[in-house]
């Protein structure tokens, strides 16, 4: 995901997004349309919308907030380069610059997010799939591996060979938590079943998140070895499994993540492919976040999105899932009633 550019760069272009990226509302708005004096700043991971997952899920979050609350926005990318001095300078431009709340997308911006609110003590901050230890820190995590285990649910009764797949991004305990949830959702269905996981890069690698190439490898060997189902929770790598289950042929099943990938455009391709996809509603949280402030609530300490608040769920925009939605929203109840416990690892 990351690509070489020097930290100078990075801030340069991060004072030209900061320049033209402000909007008070769309020019189409009318006239009785809500406004708000609250300026919100959202920092991307790496490149930023576009990604049909993590960032546009915040995005949606972002754009509704705008519309219905009237609020400010400004939208900073890190860059594919990022480190975390040049993610604190674009944290620090926007916070004195105004912009409150300042919401941080992604774990990435964990140790930038710490030294900045430190420093601006009458901001609101918020990271999304982080811990910040700062009182004006809202901590916005999701509980994957509920809504993980809906889709190894869906995936273990949609499966014909009894084998299915998991591609991770980079092998940290996030994502580790999303096969987690999968696998225990897939035996809760057929404990015999066989499940294949494979990891993009190791902790601490970025490129793990966009090597689509790895991915899709990965995933056709799975599917030559009988997988006829897999589930990615890999970034930009998953675009190799969902081509991979493409070339497979009919029979055969891809299952996204975060955002409902059947409905994203740069994904048109492969939709007739795409089962479903595990919604982590990362919308959800960032409009939440933003109409705290605005209501004179900030949330802050740790957030937990879960199935309970609507956090997590699956995707029925294809209605080939029909079939399995049953034992997915009984799973659900069991899981919000506290009869499972989802693993986390």
């Not at 930290?7 to 189409?28: E, K, T």
């Not at 992604?106 to 430190?118: D, H, I, K, P, Q």
């Not at 997988?227 to 970034?235: C, F």
């Not at 055969?252 to 089962?275: E, R």
Request: glycine residues 12%.
């Amino acid at each position: 995901m990351l690509k070489g550019v020097k930290i100078a760069s990075v801030l340069a272009a991060a004072a030209l997004v900061l320049a033209g990226c402000g909007s008070s509302g769309d020019a189409s708005a009318s006239a009785t349309a809500p406004t708000s004096s609250v300026k919100v700043g959202m920092a991307y991971d790496q490149d930023g919308k576009g990604d049909g997952s993590f960032n546009d899920a915040a995005y949606a979050g972002l754009s509704k907030a705008q519309t219905d609350l009237g609020v400010q926005i400004k939208e900073v990318n890190s860059g594919s380069s990022a480190t975390d001095a040049s993610r604190e300078e674009l944290l620090t431009l926007l916070a004195q610059d105004g912009y409150n709340p300042v919401i941080a997308v992604g774990f990435a911006y964990s140790t930038a997010l710490g030294n900045v609110a430190a420093k601006f003590p009458d901001t609101s901050f918020a990271i999304v799939d982080s811990v910040v230890d700062q009182p004006n820190v809202g901590n916005l995590v999701f509980a994957a591996e509920q809504g993980s285990y809906l889709t190894g649910v869906i995936a273990a009764s949609a499966s014909k060979s009894g084998h299915i797949g998991f591609i991770g991004g980079m092998e940290i305990d996030l994502i580790k938590a999303f096969e987690a949830g999968y696998v225990q959702g897939a035996k809760s269905v057929n404990p015999d079943i066989t499940i294949d996981s494979k990891y993009m890069g190791a902790a601490g690698d970025n490129t793990a998140w966009n090597v689509p190439d790895k991915a899709k490898a990965a995933s056709a060997a799975m599917i030559g070895n009988g997988a006829d189902v897999i589930y990615a929770a890999a970034g930009g790598s998953g675009l190799g499994m969902f081509q991979a289950v493409k070339e497979a042929g009919a029979g055969h099943w891809a299952i996204g993540v975060d955002s409902d990938q059947y409905t994203v455009p740069a994904l048109a391709d492969y939709k007739d492919f795409i089962l479903t996809s595990m919604l982590k509603r990362v919308d959800v949280a960032v409009y939440d976040t933003i109409k705290g402030v605005v209501d004179g609530a900030p949330l802050v300490g740790i957030q937990n999105f879960d199935l309970s608040k609507d956090g997590v769920g699956y995707a029925t925009s294809n209605s080939a899932v029909e079939p399995y939605k049953a034992a997915a929203d009984k799973a659900a109840a069991d899981i919000k009633a506290g009869t499972i416990t989802v693993n986390t690892k």
